[in-house]
């Protein structure tokens, strides 16, 4: 017997990439940064985390890929709060580049074909690219140049530079390309 409801799975808690602190630090030698800002020096690891206990606060590991590993002193649950306040600042800013369509035929008059060119141009200043389907159908197949004199105005009535990403490709029911903002 089916079930009418599918289970969900619960949320799953992004797992945190594990970073070094104090003891955990497996580095000989690390190049210490103070609480301040300023660069204290290169040392033994065991030196980085008595100056760190010294003052109160963590050595953590900031950049692990350098030679020596870049550590700084500081207090960790701060460092966690800076750097989540960081991705979160990242993610709202980024704006992702969707594919946008308009849909033409060979029969569009010139008033829809400049609705759609000013829906185009929206979409390009939205920072999108905008894919251009030109339709055929039946005996319109036929006259595959007649199709591309269209496309050709459509392009002219853009009212913005643009730059074409993929050039006109015949597809099995016509043409399509794909525009961008130049």
Known sequence: M??????????????RKFIPINEHIRAPQVRVIGADG???????????????RQQGLDLIEI????????????????YLYQSAKEEHKKKAHAHEVQVRGVRLGVRISKHDMEVKANKAVQFLQE???VKVDFVLRGREKAHPEFAKTRLKEFLDMLSIPIK??????RQPSGFSMVIGKA
Request: net charge positive.
């Open 63 to 78: 950049v692990p890929n350098a030679t020596p590993p870049v550590c700084r002193i500081q207090n960790f649950g701060k």
């Open 164 to 169: 074409i990403e993929q050039e006109p490709k």
């Open 2 to 15: 089916r079930h009418r409801f599918h289970r969900r799975r619960p949320n799953e808690v992004p797992r």
């Open 127 to 129: 920072g999108d690219k």
């Open 38 to 52: 300023k660069q204290v020096g290169i040392m033994v690891t065991a030196d980085g985390v008595a100056l760190a």
